[in-house]
């Protein structure tokens, strides 16, 4: 069974960092893309940043950029979300997920994920 578990949300301070990990489990650690989301309060649910295990691409959403990393475990199992000079707009539920069909390529669509995980909150306050 495909499966993702998200942790690491919490509440920090702005200008603070803040670790997410996503362990996956049920398939392929080697074929796979993932994707990182967040959803505000409101809000529609916006893609922050993904990776393809194929190349070990990223890519992120001009938001994040500069601020974002995503990495992987070297076991394969955990893909991080490194969030660094966290503001107060980047409080959400963070969920990670994955198109197990898609290795070469990340996308930052919701659509192009069939498997989410549950999410984590973060709350950056002022």
């Known amino acids: 069974q495909v499966q993702l578990v998200e942790s690491g949300g919490g509440l920090v301070q702005a200008g603070e960092s803040v670790r997410l990990s996503c362990v996956a489990s049920?398939?392929?650690?080697?074929?796979?893309?993932i994707g990182w989301f967040r959803q505000a309060p409101g809000k529609e649910r916006e893609g922050v940043g993904c990776?393809?295990?194929?190349?070990?691409?990223?890519a992120y959403a001009d938001s994040v950029k500069g601020r974002f990393t995503i990495s992987r475990s070297d076991d394969k199992k955990t893909v991080y979300l490194q969030m660094n000079r966290l503001e107060p707009e980047d409080t959400a539920v963070y969920f990670c997920?994955?198109?197990?069909?898609?290795?070469?390529?990340?996308?930052?669509?919701?659509?192009?994920?069939?498997?989410w995980g549950a999410g984590t909150q973060v709350t950056v306050s002022s």
């Open positions: 997920a994955t198109n197990i069909n898609r290795a070469m390529w990340c996308g930052l669509q919701p659509y192009e994920y069939p498997v």
């Open positions: 049920g398939f392929s650690l080697d074929y796979y893309a």
């Open positions: 990776f393809s295990s194929g190349d070990g691409t990223t």
